[in-house]
């Protein structure tokens, strides 16, 4: 017998307190929903966790030797929180000593200062109250150690924010070809090479701890970051920092409009050297503020007979020997007359070229290709005008030639202007190409920036040198284009530049007329120049361009192949293997009076030169960087610094000798200017302590 | 189907209540340990659920072995398991691990499970107790041979898991109570005994308030609980902030479900899935689906014992399927109100829903006697069956 059945009626009166207290509680659930609670709903807020992406580090892009031209450094900005999450007994108590090591860490303000800042934040409450930014890492660790910081790591109410600061060390060395890296229009190799340099990124999980600060929840990521592969430039540091300040004066002195040099491996296609200097009216400066050299497609002028005349050279069979009749140095065509800056009479096809006769040139073209211009066209197509080298850098300008005698704007003028340059637009880098493709026996190479691509400093993949086109010319006739070559700087119109060099180079001068907007202008001229060196095994070639010089007679043979000697001047100084000339006297060049100029600088370099030109010299240390004082005949080279721990004076040197110098030390430098160094924030003599330094260059 | 079905014998509904819960759990576990917490505090979140899986499917399986049993058997089990859970709870107590300063939890030695056992308690301590109000029916009337045999035994595995867990020995003592109630002990008695609690707790409060710590190692939390002290700052693990988020979390969920996998409180709320897997399935499932079909299971759940306990042949199966019942509705219905901030928190998991190891293997074989109860009345067995109950003293 149950006897709950007698009871069963208390039962049901326990199950219908029971359903009651349900109700309640599901009329809570629905009393929760209607009515928000801004107390949770932050405290929610504030201890949300998400798995946030983490910034993979950027690779480095790299000069030839290793040295790096874009780098990501961390950099750290300290915030408090003012409202809690730590123990205000405990902050109160230790706050003096605190303030007192902030203040001697920092030194942007008294420890009374920082005082009350902290004071006023906690009166207004403040939850993200900026304590300082951009500092390093260094300095980051220094804080870490500070009383009342280092007892309480995770609840100090401190919060430390980090990100990456991309950094060009040498400054505006190669600065456009390496590029900007930012959100959107990055430019350069930056821009180029994204994809490699980016890496992947992690993904780790975070807390939210106020405003719209996240901190890690621990080491660990969900997703590990990858970092960037690293980008390693043929550019070299040296060649670059010469290649500008040689630019650049030469700009200065002839006051120029824009100008551009590049300097390529004639073997490889690598650049080793690529500058381009635009002038601001404005700040009546020069800036890089493009990449001209491989965006000016503009008509090249005389540059542009070495193919003119190949061509012909090739389809006629003639010989270099072969005279040419120029007259009086004029020749008309309709009612067009090609003038030559002198009469020449009657030259050979090499003085023509050497003393780059318009109306010769022309004479000869039209003599081939009269009958059929179509043919001519043909060549120039197979020399790859028309088309992009195809250099690894964003935004290659593509050079302008007509393709067919059929075209709507081609004349009877078209053939012999063609010639002799105009009616065609190339880039100087795609002149460049050419002319290293004759230097280079006829290979025409690919030109690179990039020569290797590492990951955790081991090489990933390395780029072979390409070559794009061969063949395209007899051999024979590619030796007749260099005999032309060589021809210009021994009897034409480079003779005076390389006249002093212990080398031989070989090139072609150009000085074209500017069209701006449709018409030529009178008196300003494009001065170039092409050419590679030594003549007689070609290593290295180059080209210089200079628009628009404002003095008189600006020729490519005084305003642009001077930067072309200056780099070849370097390479032959640096470069043992790289034949004397036969014909040069070494007096000529040790009686150059720039040697006492030498204030500084690398200890190897110094003595290599010195010995090189027999100028007897002393060493009193085996210091890396030294400095040279001239004492009458004998020059002595003696320590930068004695002591490595200390700031050396790097006053007196060039950009890449100061920034290595420094850098050695374990300073941090920032730049300014261009030239040589004049100030320095650390004086000399200081103990070195990774401080920032800047220097300013003149 | 039918053939399956046609193995379960005993109460359907209750076998769907069962099933319904436990398949949300699953729903509601996996969803609560793939969260982002869980994983970067180095979790597996593939192992946990598997575990729990297992759980389930071990519990289901005691739950089906146990309904396939005689109502005789569970009274002999009752009868002689008294006297293993009580010493067990002292052992417990002195030698269980220590998780968050509460002493609730044995491992048991070679097979490395750690188990709750207060759930054990709890199951016995109903049994027997269902088991004597039945063998003592006519001597209730005196207080020292009929009720305090029984109040005894309650008054011993109530001290014993008290000063672990509180809110479990007051479960279990208020269930215990109730059954006093309808197992016929005169109201007189009652209140003897209502005074004997009141006096105890004022007790607990002298000792607590004025006794060495070691003794009432958790009365500070009990009291601040109860009392809603407020916390300090950026503590984590304070229940004032575990309210709060589980508000937020039902507040987040709103009336149309968001669906499962979709919940956010699960990185920021304390066990998920668990003490607050309530607030956490209103946030995935909303607040009918979620809320309201949840609690009406356990109310359906409650109906279906009642109607099994009123209607069992047996005096002993009717009073032991209601204690059960009653156990497992309220603490459900605290674990629910607690997740809505009614009351006082406290770690009472949801019965077969939240992921707690062998508790849900417990309250399975609790669902396994009642379904065997429910059998009997199911198969209308003799009742003039011989009451071998009779015979057993004390």
Same mark, same amino acid.
């Given at each position: 017998?149950?006897?709950?059945?007698?009871?069963?009626?208390?039962?049901?009166?326990?199950?219908?307190?029971?359903?009651?207290?349900?109700?309640?509680?599901?009329?809570?659930?629905?009393?929760?929903?209607?009515?928000?609670?801004?107390?949770?709903?932050?405290?929610?807020?504030?201890?949300?966790?998400?798995?946030?992406?983490?910034?993979?580090?950027?690779?480095?892009?790299?000069?030839?030797?290793?040295?790096?031209?874009?780098?990501?450094?961390?950099? /750290?900005?300290?915030?408090?929180?003012?409202?809690?999450? /730590?123990?205000?007994?405990?902050?109160?108590?230790?706050?003096?000593?605190?303030?007192?090591?902030?203040?001697?860490?920092?030194?942007?303000?008294?420890?009374?200062?920082?005082?009350?800042?902290?004071?006023?934040?906690?009166?207004?409450?403040?939850?993200?109250?900026?304590?300082?930014?951009?500092?390093?890492?260094?300095?980051?660790?220094?804080?870490?150690?500070?009383?009342?910081?280092?007892?309480?790591?995770?609840?100090?109410?401190?919060?430390?924010?980090?990100?990456?600061?991309?950094?060009?060390?040498?400054?505006?060395?190669?600065?456009?070809?390496?590029?900007?890296?930012?959100?959107?229009?990055?430019?350069?190799?930056?821009?180029?090479?994204?994809?490699?340099?980016?890496?992947?990124?992690?993904?780790?999980?975070?807390?939210?701890?106020?405003?719209?600060?996240?901190?890690?929840?621990?080491?660990?990521?969900?997703?590990?970051?990858?970092?960037?592969?690293?980008?390693?430039?043929?550019?070299?540091?040296?060649?670059?920092?010469?290649?500008?300040?040689?630019?650049?004066?030469?700009?200065?002195?002839?006051?120029?409009?824009?100008?551009?040099?590049?300097?390529?491996?004639?073997?490889?296609? /690598?650049?080793?050297?690529?500058?381009?200097?635009?002038?601001?009216?404005?700040?009546?400066?020069?800036?890089?503020?493009?990449?001209?050299?491989?965006?000016?497609?503009?008509?090249?002028?005389?540059?542009?007979?070495?193919?003119?005349?190949?061509?012909?050279?090739?389809?006629?069979?003639?010989?270099?020997?072969?005279?040419?009749?120029?007259?009086?140095?004029?020749?008309?065509?309709?009612?067009?007359?090609?003038?030559?800056?002198?009469?020449?009479?009657?030259?050979?096809?090499?003085?023509?070229?050497?003393?780059?006769?318009?109306?010769?040139?022309?004479?000869?073209?039209?003599?081939?290709?009269?009958?059929?211009?179509?043919?001519?066209?043909?060549?120039?197509?197979?020399?790859?005008?028309?088309?992009?080298?195809?250099?690894?850098?964003?935004?290659?300008?593509?050079?302008?030639?007509?393709?067919?005698?059929?075209?709507?704007?081609?004349?009877?003028?078209?053939?012999?202007?063609?010639?002799?340059?105009?009616?065609?637009?190339?880039?100087?880098?795609?002149?460049?190409?050419?002319?290293?493709?004759?230097?280079?026996?006829?290979?025409?190479?690919?030109?690179?920036?990039?020569?290797?691509?590492?990951?955790?400093?081991?090489?990933?993949?390395?780029?072979?040198?390409?070559?794009?086109?061969?063949?395209?010319?007899?051999?024979?006739?590619?030796?007749?284009?260099?005999?032309?070559?060589?021809?210009?700087?021994?009897?034409?119109?480079?003779?005076?530049?390389?006249?002093?060099?212990?080398?031989?180079?070989?090139?072609?001068?150009?000085?074209?007329?500017?069209?701006?907007?449709?018409?030529?202008?009178?008196?300003?001229?494009?001065?170039?120049?092409?050419? /590679?060196?030594?003549?007689?095994?070609?290593?290295?070639?180059?080209?210089?361009?200079?628009?628009?010089?404002?003095?008189?007679?600006?020729?490519?043979?005084?305003?642009?192949?001077?930067?072309?000697?200056?780099?070849?001047?370097?390479?032959?100084?640096?470069?043992?293997?790289?034949?004397?000339?036969?014909?040069?006297?070494?007096?000529?060049?040790?009686?150059?009076?720039?040697?006492?100029?030498?204030?500084?600088?690398?200890?190897?370099?110094?003595?290599?030169?010195?010995?090189?030109?027999?100028?007897?010299?002393?060493?009193?240390?085996?210091?890396?960087?030294?400095?040279?004082?001239?004492?009458?005949?004998?020059?002595?080279?003696?320590?930068?610094?004695?002591?490595?721990?200390?700031?050396?004076?790097?006053?007196?040197?060039?950009?890449?000798?100061?920034?290595?110098?420094?850098?050695?030390?374990?300073?941090?430098?920032?730049?300014?200017?261009?030239?040589?160094?004049?100030?320095?924030?650390?004086?000399?003599?200081?103990?070195?302590?990774?401080?920032?330094?800047?220097?300013?260059?003149? | 189907?039918?053939?399956?079905?046609?193995?379960?014998?005993?109460?359907?509904?209750?076998?769907?209540?069962?099933?319904?819960?436990?398949?949300?759990?699953?729903?509601?576990?996996?969803?609560?340990?793939?969260?982002?917490?869980?994983?970067?505090?180095?979790?597996?979140? +593939?192992?946990?659920?598997?575990?729990?899986?297992?759980?389930?499917?071990?519990?289901?399986?005691?739950?089906?072995?146990?309904?396939?049993?005689?109502?005789?058997?569970?009274?002999?089990?009752?009868?002689?398991?008294?006297?293993?859970?009580?010493?067990?709870?002292?052992?417990?107590?002195?030698?269980?691990?220590?998780?968050?300063?509460?002493?609730?939890?044995?491992?048991?030695?070679?097979?490395?499970?750690?188990?709750?056992?207060?759930?054990?308690?709890?199951?016995?301590?109903?049994?027997?107790? +269902? @088991?004597?109000?039945?063998?003592? @029916?006519?001597?209730?009337?005196?207080?020292?041979?009929?009720?305090?045999?029984?109040?005894?035994?309650? +008054?011993?595995?109530?001290?014993?898991?008290?000063?672990?867990?509180?809110?479990?020995?007051?479960?279990?003592?208020?269930?215990?109570?109730?059954?006093?109630?309808?197992?016929?002990?005169?109201?007189?008695?009652?209140?003897?005994?209502? +005074?004997?609690?009141?006096?105890?707790?004022?007790?607990?409060?002298?000792?607590?308030?004025?006794?060495?710590?070691?003794?009432?190692?958790?009365?500070?939390?009990?009291?601040?609980?109860?009392?809603?002290?407020?916390?300090?700052?950026?503590?984590?693990?304070?229940?004032?902030?575990?309210?709060?988020?589980?508000?937020?979390?039902?507040?987040?969920?709103?009336?149309?479900?968001?669906?499962?996998?979709?919940?956010?409180? @699960?990185?920021?709320?304390?066990?998920?899935?668990?003490?607050?897997?309530?607030?956490?399935?209103?946030?995935?499932?909303?607040?009918?689906?979620?809320?309201?079909?949840?609690?009406?299971?356990?109310?359906?759940?409650?109906?279906?014992?009642? @109607?099994?306990?009123?209607?069992?042949?047996?005096?002993?199966?009717?009073?032991?399927?209601?204690?059960?019942?009653?156990?497992?509705?309220?603490?459900?219905?605290?674990?629910?109100?607690?997740?809505?901030?009614?009351?006082?928190?406290?770690?009472?998991?949801?019965?077969?829903?939240?992921?707690?190891?062998?508790?849900?293997?417990?309250?399975?074989?609790?669902?396994?006697?009642?379904?065997?109860?429910?059998?009997?009345?199911?198969?209308?067995?003799?009742?003039?069956?011989?009451?071998?109950?009779?015979?057993?003293?004390?």
């Amino acid at each position: 017998m149950n006897e709950l059945k007698k009871i069963s009626v208390w039962i049901y009166v326990l199950y219908v307190v029971l359903c009651v207290l349900a109700l309640i509680i599901i009329g809570k659930v629905f009393y929760i929903q209607a009515i928000p609670n801004e107390d949770a709903q932050k405290r929610a807020a504030q201890f949300t966790y998400k798995i946030r992406d983490i910034e993979p580090e950027r690779g480095r892009i790299l000069a030839a030797d290793g040295s790096p031209l874009s780098t990501s450094v961390p950099e /750290y900005e300290i915030r408090w929180d003012s409202k809690g999450g /730590y123990n205000i007994e405990r902050f109160n108590s230790k706050l003096d000593s605190l303030c007192a090591g902030l203040s001697d860490l920092f030194r942007d303000r008294t420890a009374q200062e920082y005082k009350d800042m902290f004071l006023s934040a906690i009166e207004s409450k403040n939850g993200y109250m900026k304590v300082i930014d951009h500092i390093n890492y260094n300095q980051l660790q220094k804080f870490k150690a500070l009383p009342y910081v280092n007892a309480r790591k995770l609840r100090s109410g401190f919060v430390i924010n980090s990100r990456d600061k991309r950094s060009k060390p040498y400054g505006a060395l190669a600065a456009r070809t390496i590029g900007i890296f930012r959100e959107s229009n990055m430019v350069g190799l930056e821009a180029s090479y994204d994809s490699l340099l980016r890496g992947k990124a992690g993904k780790q999980m975070q807390q939210k701890v106020g405003g719209d600060t996240w901190v890690p929840m621990s080491d660990d990521y969900v997703v590990e970051p990858e970092p960037g592969f690293d980008v390693v430039t043929t550019l070299d540091v040296h060649l670059q920092d010469a290649a500008q300040s040689s630019l650049r004066h030469t700009m200065e002195v002839n006051r120029a409009d824009w100008g551009c040099v590049i300097l390529m491996e004639v073997k490889t296609g /690598y650049i080793k050297a690529l500058a381009n200097l635009t002038y601001d009216s404005v700040s009546n400066k020069f800036y890089e503020i493009e990449n001209l050299a491989l965006t000016q497609s503009v008509e090249p002028g005389s540059t542009m007979k070495l193919a003119s005349l190949l061509a012909a050279i090739e389809e006629g069979n003639l010989d270099l020997g072969k005279v040419v009749h120029t007259g009086g140095g004029t020749f008309t065509i309709g009612d067009h007359t090609l003038r030559d800056v002198k009469a020449c009479g009657s030259i050979t096809i090499e003085q023509v070229y050497a003393k780059s006769s318009n109306v010769g040139t022309a004479m000869v073209v039209r003599d081939v290709f009269g009958s059929n211009p179509q043919k001519f066209l043909d060549y120039l197509d197979r020399f790859g005008y028309g088309q992009l080298v195809g250099i690894d850098l964003l935004g290659e300008g593509k050079s302008v030639v007509k393709r067919t005698t059929k075209a709507a704007d081609w004349s009877d003028l078209s053939l012999t202007q063609m010639a002799v340059g105009y009616e065609v637009q190339v880039t100087p880098l795609h002149q460049l190409c050419f002319y290293n493709a004759i230097a280079n026996g006829g290979k025409f190479m690919k030109p690179r920036l990039v020569s290797e691509i590492r990951k955790n400093g081991l090489t990933y993949e390395k780029y072979e040198p390409v070559v794009i086109r061969e063949n395209f010319l007899k051999p024979e006739t590619i030796a007749k284009g260099r005999k032309l070559m060589e021809a210009v700087t021994t009897i034409g119109t480079g003779k005076g530049v390389f006249k002093h060099s212990p080398y031989r180079a070989a090139g072609k001068t150009g000085t074209a007329r500017i069209n701006e907007n449709g018409v030529y202008l009178e008196n300003y001229h494009r001065a170039s120049f092409v050419g /590679y060196f030594p003549a007689e095994d070609p290593k290295y070639s180059c080209i210089v361009v200079v628009n628009k010089a404002r003095v008189f007679e600006a020729f490519g043979g005084k305003v642009a192949a001077p930067v072309f000697r200056d780099l070849a001047n370097i390479l032959f100084g640096t470069e043992l293997d790289i034949p004397h000339n036969a014909m040069g006297s070494d007096s000529t060049f040790v009686a150059q009076p720039w040697i006492p100029t030498i204030l500084s600088g690398e200890s190897n370099s110094l003595r290599k030169a010195f010995s090189h030109v027999q100028f007897p010299y002393a060493v009193e240390t085996d210091a890396q960087i030294v400095s040279a004082t001239a004492d009458g005949s004998t020059l002595t080279l003696s320590s930068k610094d004695e002591n490595g721990q200390k700031v050396p004076d790097v006053r007196g040197m060039g950009l890449s000798d100061a920034v290595y110098v420094l850098e050695k030390r374990g300073l941090k430098v920032s730049t300014s200017g261009y030239g040589k160094v004049v100030s320095q924030t650390v004086l000399p003599g200081t103990k070195a302590n990774h401080q920032f330094i800047q220097i300013t260059l003149r | 189907m039918q053939k399956f079905l046609s193995h379960l014998k005993g109460d359907r509904v209750i076998w769907m209540v069962a099933l319904f819960l436990c398949t949300l759990s699953v729903l509601a576990v996996y969803s609560a340990v793939s969260s982002l917490v869980w994983k970067a505090e180095g979790g597996s979140s +593939a192992g946990v659920l598997i575990k729990h899986v297992f759980m389930l499917g071990l519990g289901l399986a005691f739950m089906y072995g146990t309904h396939l049993l005689p109502l005789t058997v569970f009274s002999r089990i009752g009868q002689l398991m008294i006297w293993v859970v009580i010493p067990l709870l002292v052992f417990t107590m002195f030698f269980g691990s220590n998780i968050n300063n509460a002493d609730r939890w044995i491992r048991i030695p070679g097979i490395g499970v750690t188990f709750q056992t207060s759930d054990l308690a709890k199951l016995v301590l109903i049994i027997y107790v +269902a @088991r004597q109000l039945t063998v003592k @029916r006519q001597m209730l009337d005196d207080f020292k041979k009929g009720v305090l045999p029984i109040v005894i035994p309650i +008054a011993m595995v109530c001290g014993l898991v008290l000063p672990a867990n509180f809110s479990t020995a007051a479960l279990i003592g208020f269930v215990c109570f109730l059954m006093l109630v309808f197992g016929g002990v005169p109201w007189k008695h009652l209140f003897k005994l209502i +005074a004997a609690v009141v006096g105890i707790l004022l007790l607990i409060i002298v000792v607590g308030e004025l006794g060495p710590e070691k003794l009432l190692p958790r009365y500070s939390t009990w009291k601040n609980r109860l009392v809603g002290k407020e916390v300090q700052a950026g503590a984590m693990d304070d229940s004032k902030y575990q309210i709060e988020l589980a508000q937020y979390a039902i507040y987040e969920g709103g009336i149309i479900p968001k669906g499962p996998g979709s919940g956010t409180s @699960r990185n920021f709320l304390p066990h998920p899935y668990s003490d607050m897997i309530y607030a956490f399935i209103i946030e995935e499932y909303g607040s009918i689906l979620g809320g309201a079909l949840v609690m009406l299971m356990y109310v359906i759940f409650l109906f279906r014992v009642i @109607r099994i306990s009123i209607r069992s042949p047996k005096y002993f199966g009717g009073l032991t399927a209601l204690g059960l019942g009653l156990v497992i509705t309220i603490q459900a219905f605290i674990n629910m109100g607690v997740a809505v901030d009614l009351f006082p928190t406290t770690g009472q998991p949801l019965p077969l829903v939240s992921m707690g190891g062998t508790s849900i293997v417990f309250v399975a074989i609790m669902f396994g006697v009642i379904l065997s109860i429910s059998k009997m009345d199911e198969e209308n067995d003799d009742i003039e069956q011989a009451d071998e109950l009779e015979e057993a003293p004390f």
